[in-house]
């Protein structure tokens, strides 16, 4: 994956009892950024992440920084009124303006710059969503976002677009290596290759790690992309989606720097990154596109998605060369269009989350400093209520049921048969669930042949996991649930635990 080239600090695991103002449970950009929104206000704050920092999927985002969000604006304002919109579009583009504020405060190198973003619609459809987007997004208060006829790309007509102005990109892992020291700086301790095994919450919360350790605390952060806390709270309430992505070498200059959406279903999107040699020397760029999102767990034609996002590369840009990098990541799509940024439902008052961050997880985890700091220190927050994890929204009502009969469906594999009939069929480097007797178990094969086998049972809520074979991963289709193919141990929450050993 091309982007992990900024090495991140790192801090030992835990090596004894602590006590802190605040911990915090993951240690990507929402974590990271509300540890150090929390140490600038005066808190003492512990952070805790079994893998390494930025590890999980921040490393895998393409880094687009927007107020142009996925959920188009038009039906924001369907779903949570005008009045949501307009928060919605405000919290976001704060979250801009305070990367880039923490970017020159801390003086953080990391190819920050602000751009202009386009939405457009294939050629020869309908601009009608285009002007319906436009009335809305101006009503949101986006007033600088117009219509223009074409995108400002020569040798591609891509037809007439809205331009999103003053949006940013920036090298994810270059930014979070300079937020790890700030926060560093700034007194918080973070603890990596240290799990959190049970999380409770009330007066004198506690975090227990799987090493034994306990962290004390007056509140409890849970940042994990999904939350690890929850059996069915918030799980009903978003989706896991897989996305893909690709990245072709461009001439220096051959494709203007920009952002680009579309509208179809899978969507695309697209930016351009500049690739420095180590004497700081302009080398070339890198074309990055995504898209062709599927539910987690739920397809297996890995390799044909990722061929047609390099199709539709190579067939607007004919100065884009090889591919030369493919990777994947995962995203909480809500089923009403806003993330969940706040106290943990049916919980602890002093338990909070941040999830459901869908497309836009560099803002959305920006905006998760604020507000969770805002709750924690006891200030007015205003965007409260449109991000309240608790909240139930009737207007979204058709794709709750939809998602969670999806959900229902796939309990059926707990019947069928396996994928292959023994572990003989398969081949190195792959995996496949097998049935015995009444058991389904997960049979991964090593590039040496030796055999790793799990339960077929994702711990979470009892789903049959599926193989992952770009990945080489074991993936719950129900809730998105990812896990180790050597020893089963959770990757992707919403399980707190790996699957059991065979």
């Keep these: ?62 880094a687009h920084l927007v107020n142009a969000l996925d959920a188009r604006y038009y039906e924001l304002e369907r779903l949570h009124g005008e009045r949501g919109a307009r928060l919605a579009a405000e919290s976001h583009t704060a979250a801009i303006d305070r990367i880039e504020a923490i970017v020159n405060e801390e003086e953080i190198d990391c190819d920050f710059e602000r751009l202009d973003g386009y939405l457009f619609v294939p050629p020869g459809e309908a601009t009608e969503q285009l002007h319906t987007e436009l009335d809305a997004a101006h009503r949101a208060g986006l007033t600088e976002v117009e219509y223009v006829e074409r995108v400002p790309y020569d040798a591609y007509d891509f037809g007439a677009a809205l331009r999103f102005p003053d949006q940013g990109q920036f090298h994810v892992l270059k930014y979070m290596a300079g937020l790890t020291a700030a926060v ?37 952060v849970v940042a994990t992309n999904t939350p690890v806390n929850d059996l069915v709270a918030i799980h009903t309430k978003q989706a896991a989606y897989r996305t ?22 899978p969507y695309h999107y697209l930016r351009v990154h500049t690739v420095k040699d180590t004497l700081g020397t302009v080398d070339y760029d890198v074309l ?5 999102d599927h539910k987690t767990g739920q397809a297996e034609d890995f390799v044909a998605r990722h061929g047609r996002l390099e199709e ?10 090889e591919i030369e990098f493919r990777w994947s990541g995962q995203v909480m799509e809500p089923v009403d269009g806003m993330g969940f940024i706040g ?30 700091t805002d709750l924690i220190v006891g200030r007015e927050n205003e965007w409260a209520p449109l991000y309240d994890p608790s909240r139930i929204s009737l207007r979204a009502a058709g794709r709750f049921v939809q998602e969670n009969l999806n959900v229902a ?16 069929d398969i081949a190195p480097g792959e995996g496949a669930v097998i049935r015995r007797g009444l058991s389904k178990v997960a049979v991964s094969r090593g590039e040496r042949g030796a055999l790793h086998e799990y339960s077929a049972i994702c711990p979470h809520l009892g789903c049959v996991v599926a193989w992952n074979s770009l990945e080489k991963s074991w993936d719950c289709p129900c809730h998105g649930s990812r896990f180790d193919k050597r020893d089963g141990h959770a990757i992707n929450g919403p399980a707190i635990s790996g699957l059991s050993k065979v």
């Design 343 to 372: 106290r943990n439902p049916m919980d602890s008052e002093n338990v909070l989350i941040a999830t459901g961050a869908a497309g836009n997880g560099m803002t959305h985890g920006t905006i998760a400093g604020m507000l969770l």
């Design 288 to 292: 990055i596109v995504g898209g062709e």
């Design 1 to 62: 994956m091309w982007m992990a080239t900024a090495e991140v600090p790192a801090q030992l695991p835990l090596a004894k009892n602590a006590r802190a103002d605040v911990c915090i449970i993951g240690a990507g950009i929402a974590g990271m950024t509300t540890a150090y929104m929390l140490a600038r206000a005066g808190k003492s704050v512990i952070v805790l992440d079994d893998g390494p920092i930025a590890g999980g999927e921040t490393c895998r985002t393409t």
């Design 312 to 321: 539709w590369t190579h067939e607007r840009f004919s100065v884009a060369g």
């Design 244 to 265: 893909y992505v690709v990245g072709a070498r461009v001439p220096h200059g051959a494709v203007p720097k920009m952002l680009l959406w579309d509208t179809p279903d």
């Design 409 to 424: 469906a796939q309990f059926a594999d707990l019947v069928t048969g396996g994928d292959v009939e023994n572990a003989e």
């Design 184 to 220: 560093k700086r700034r007194g918080a301790s973070i603890y990596t290759k240290t799990h959190a095994a049970k999380i409770e919450g009330g007066r004198g919360a506690r975090v227990e790690t799987s090493g034994g350790c306990i962290v004390t605390a007056d509140a409890v």
